[in-house]
């Protein structure tokens, strides 16, 4: 019986998979600008010999290049299908939009995985830190929490291409903008303007990065350069709590919105759209 569900989830995510590998090329370029972009950033700490400041930038760097991947693919991909003509076919065929998009969301998470992975090794070729000390499986409990939450987001924005073929794809780089403006990636969120602090709390991302920075021991007054003091995970009870909500919030309601707005395309003919 589950055989009948994981065969067509896999299904996806294999087409994914050979959809990414036809374009491997413009992966590479894509990885390569991530990895001299991050290492740019977190560079800045090491210019000000600031330990912490190192480590907060490269948290910042390389949960945002899990997360925002992540959120990439699951958002695009009803734009990559639409430039494989390939979106009628899909939505068309008999299989249920739950098992669809749970596949696209497991490749999505694979491929960030790999690809933070890479971005990681990349960095170290520039930088060189201790985490000696920091609470390291807490901090993929924190991402894993985290990925659900974004899960539901990135449902949400794949809407935007079925809506408006022309500039759909466009509004889900400007949502995954406010999302890094607000988020404080690389910087606290008291610094942002006093109107701007509130939206900082609707983005998973913030609590996430909140999390990571205790677990990680980055502001312990007792760390330093070669240890650090990384809290347990109890200590970050709180954000995971508030990070599960959403994921158990965004999830549904990012599965229910995608069925609106594919109930409304197949109405108004804009599957059959390609500009």
Not at 103 to 109: D, K, N
Not at 158 to 170: D, H, K, R
Not at 249 to 259: D, K, M
Request: aromatic letters at 12%; a positive charge.
């Amino acid at each position: 019986m589950l055989e009948r569900y994981l065969r067509p989830m896999w299904a996806f995510v294999f087409r994914d998979w050979h959809l990414t590998r036809r374009y491997m090329s413009w992966v590479a370029v894509f990885v390569f600008y991530a990895i001299v972009n991050s290492a740019t950033i977190a560079l800045i700490g090491k210019a000000q010999d600031d330990f912490r400041l190192t480590l907060t930038l490269l948290l910042g760097v390389l949960l945002w290049s899990f997360l925002s991947a992540m959120y990439n693919e699951i958002a695009n991909s009803i734009s990559y299908e639409r430039w494989e003509g390939t979106l009628e076919y899909t939505f068309m065929a008999p299989v249920s939009r739950l098992i669809h998009l749970s596949g696209v969301s497991l490749f999505a998470i694979i491929f960030s995985v790999f690809r933070t992975i890479v971005i990681l090794v990349g960095l170290v070729l520039f930088i060189q830190v201790s985490v000696n000390g920091a609470n390291l499986l807490g901090v993929l409990v924190v991402l894993l929490v985290a990925s659900l939450a974004f899960m539901g987001l990135g449902l949400m924005a794949a809407i935007l291409p079925v809506m408006s073929p022309e500039n759909g794809a466009q509004a889900t780089n400007i949502f995954q903008g406010i999302l890094l403006l607000v988020s404080g990636i690389y910087y606290p969120v008291s610094v942002l303007p006093s109107w701007v602090q509130p939206l900082a709390y609707l983005s998973p991302a913030t609590y996430a990065l909140e999390a990571c920075r205790k677990l990680m021991g980055i502001n312990h007054p007792d760390s330093t350069p070669d240890k650090l003091v990384g809290a347990p995970l109890s200590t970050v009870l709180p954000e995971l709590g508030v990070l599960l909500l959403m994921g158990v919030v965004l999830i549904p309601l990012g599965l229910w919105v995608f069925h609106t707005a594919e109930m409304w395309a197949k109405r108004t003919g804009k599957l059959k759209r390609t500009g």
